[in-house]
C-alpha cells in the first residue's frame, strides 16, 4: 500500500480508510479466460491449471463467482497459483495453459478465448489521499460526462487547460 499519493484510480469496492469517489459510467468488465477453444467441454476447463486473484485483489470476488458458477473448481488438491497482476496472469495463462480472470479487452487483445455466460463489471473509483482536496472540486470533476473529459488529450501542453476549471485550495 503506498500512501504518498494525493490522488489515485482503484477498481473495486471501497477500501476501509481510503476516501473514494465512484467514477460514473466507468466499469472494468472482468471474464474467465483460457487459451483453449470455444468448445472446448467444461470438465477439460475445469482441470486446467488455475491462476486465482490474490485476495485484496479487486477482481477476488469476481474468480469466487466464477467458481461458484460452475466454470472452475474449488478443490484443495487443485493445481493454482495466486497473481495480484493482470499482467502476470495474462503471462501464466498462455505460459501453463491455465484458466485465469482478466479484463474482457485484455483477453481480447492476447486472443485469449472467453467463458461464455459469465462476465463481472467493478466499478472504478476516484480515491482521495489529501484531505486539504475540496469535496466540491472533486465532485465539478467526477460529475463531468465522460466524453468531456476524454475530448482533448490533456498531457499536450497547449490544450492542458481549456478544459472546465476545478479550483481546489491546497494547504501545506
Request: proline share 6%; hydrophobic share 35%; net charge negative.
Amino acid at each position: 500500500k503506498n500512501e504518498d499519493f494525493d490522488l489515485a484510480v482503484l477498481i473495486g469496492p471501497q477500501r476501509p480508510g481510503l476516501p473514494s469517489i465512484v467514477l460514473p459510467d466507468v466499469q472494468v468488465q472482468v471474464v474467465g479466460a483460457h487459451c483453449g477453444q470455444e468448445n472446448d467441454p467444461l470438465t477439460l476447463l475445469g482441470n486446467k491449471f488455475q491462476v486465482r486473484p490474490a485476495e485484496d485483489c479487486p477482481y477476488s470476488h469476481s474468480f469466487l463467482r466464477f467458481l461458484d458458477a460452475g466454470l472452475g473448481n474449488h478443490e484443495n488438491g487443485q493445481r493454482m497459483v495466486y497473481s495480484c497482476s493482470e499482467t502476470l496472469t495474462l503471462s501464466l495463462i498462455t505460459q501453463m495453459d491455465a484458466v485465469g480472470m482478466v479484463s474482457r479487452e485484455a483477453a481480447q487483445k492476447n486472443g485469449l478465448t472467453i467463458f461464455p455466460g459469465f462476465e463481472d463489471f467493478l466499478e472504478v473509483r476516484l480515491a482521495i489521499n489529501n484531505p486539504d482536496l475540496s469535496n466540491q472540486a472533486l465532485s465539478d470533476v467526477v460529475d463531468l460526462p465522460l466524453h468531456e473529459r476524454a475530448e482533448r488529450n490533456v498531457r499536450s501542453r497547449p490544450n492542458r487547460h481549456t478544459e472546465k476549471e476545478v479550483f481546489a485550495e491546497i494547504r501545506t
